[in-house]
């Protein structure tokens, strides 16, 4: 669908002319482009602590930042746990059993109640369990799957700091990065709501097309789309009636 | 984080200022509003600068204008439709009077346009005035393109039909008692 050509083109009279072209000639005074550019920096700095509480975008983000201090503050915990199964793998060879409980003790985990004991069967490897793992005996599996799980939440930064490779928490980082992902994307996911709503209007499915906008504000509460959603839904209205009218001028068969 | 967008707010204000005081001002912001009106509209680009895509943001900056204009004008207590002054001088008035300066202009422009309702006002501001697309329109207000074109061509006849109320020629003035006596009575001798 082409535009049509603006009016200012093809205006009829001087006045439409003037009128319309007057317009172009309005600026913003400097005084006020200054205010808001300090507001803007006033209004910046502000902004960052009171996010939290002021939008659910600031909470979404509050939680992040929970989460990452989770990672930051359990990072030292999973960090001397890593080092003391790196130690374990250094201390020499050795067969299954010949550690000391006392020296699993501090582990978080089953390994506190349960010590190791070389009687027992090995318990299947995890798959994400790594080879040196698969060498200790199952309370020290699960300590150390315990450890696992504590590196696997535990921030890079924190592990590159202790020196560890991190090969247990791969997936961390991609982790951070869906939250992150999904913190940035929440405009998108509206956007893409709102374009299936009209997919829907435009397609002539009315129902499908109010159950998406009817979803939009569980889904989004506090969305930035809200008018554009209310916009959606009085073009869903002015759609029905057209309908209904329609459908009242048809001969009854 | 949100300091570090500081350099690139301060881009898209030198960038679309302008832009975000002519629309605020065409959708009936006052201009002593208009101030206010920027502020916060400015205050929310900013808030969600990340998640704008780039080419986008001229259409998210106009669908933040509609909503604070409209929040302001509720706040306001104005009316959706006002008719034309009926003092607005017409056009022969200005052209003697030598008014056509910018400024009242701009005046009888927006008395124009506060002639239409909020919907058409808005596509209206958008197209003609401000040079966005149809797609750019149907982006930020969330509605399809056929709406669009529906609106500004309701649009462009209100605008016209007020264009030429402005223009009517000025009623004749009424003749006193004493002129319409004289008539009669070179009529009767």
């Not at chain 1, 600031?58 to 130690?87: C, P």
């Not at chain 2, 780039?54 to 900056?61: G, L």
């Not at chain 2, 058409?120 to 982006?139: D, H, N």
Request: with cysteine.
């Amino acid at each position: 669908m082409k535009d049509p050509s603006r009016l200012l083109e093809t205006a009829r009279g001087g006045l439409e002319r003037e009128l319309l072209r007057s317009a172009y000639t309005d600026v913003a005074p400097d005084a006020v482009r200054a205010r808001v550019l300090e507001s803007i920096d006033r209004g910046l700095a502000e902004v960052a602590p009171r996010l939290p509480a002021s939008s659910a975008a600031g909470k979404r983000g509050l939680l992040l930042r929970m989460v990452r201090a989770a990672y930051l503050g359990g990072g030292l915990l999973a960090a001397a746990a890593g080092v003391a199964v790196v130690l374990l793998e250094q201390s020499g060879p050795r067969s299954r059993g010949d550690i000391p409980p006392s020296s699993l003790a501090w582990l978080p985990g089953p390994a506190r109640s349960a010590p190791a004991r070389g009687s027992e069967p090995a318990a299947p490897a995890q798959s994400r369990a790594k080879p040196h793992l698969a060498t200790l005996a199952p309370g020290e599996g699960q300590a150390a799957r315990g450890s696992n799980t504590a590196l696997a939440g535990m921030h890079p930064e924190h592990l590159r700091a202790a020196g560890l490779a991190n090969p247990l928490a791969r997936n961390t980082p991609a982790r951070l990065r869906a939250d992150a992902d999904e913190h940035e994307d929440w405009l998108g996911a509206q956007l893409r709501l709102l374009r299936e709503a009209r997919e829907q209007l435009e397609a002539g499915r009315l129902e499908q097309a109010e159950r998406v906008l009817n979803s939009y504000g569980p889904r989004f509460p506090g969305g930035v789309l809200g008018p554009q959603v209310n916009g959606l839904r009085e073009e869903l209205s002015e759609r029905r009636t057209t309908a209904r009218a329609a459908s009242g001028r048809l001969p009854l068969r | 984080m949100v300091a570090a967008r500081a350099p690139a707010v301060h881009q898209l204000v030198a960038e679309y200022m302008d832009f975000v005081w002519r629309s605020l001002r065409r959708l009936g912001v006052t201009e002593a509003d208009c101030d206010d009106g920027c502020q916060r509209v400015w205050v929310v680009v900013a808030k969600k600068l990340g998640s704008i895509e780039p080419e986008k943001m001229r259409s998210y900056i106009f669908s933040v204008v509609v909503r604070v204009a409209s929040e302001m004008r509720r706040a306001r207590g104005r009316h959706q439709h006002e008719e034309l002054d009926e003092h607005t001088p017409a056009l022969t008035a200005l052209d003697a009077e030598g008014l056509l300066e910018q400024k009242r202009v701009r005046q009888l422009l927006d008395q124009v346009l506060s002639s239409m309702s909020w919907e058409l006002r808005v596509v209206f501001v958008m197209f003609e005035l401000e040079g966005s697309s149809s797609p750019e329109i149907a982006e930020a207000l969330g509605v399809s393109r056929g709406t669009v074109a529906s609106r500004l061509r309701l649009a462009r006849e209100a605008f016209r039909r007020s264009v030429e109320r402005l223009q009517a020629p000025p009623r004749p003035p009424q003749q006193s008692l004493v002129q319409l006596v004289g008539v009669a009575s070179k009529a009767v001798s």
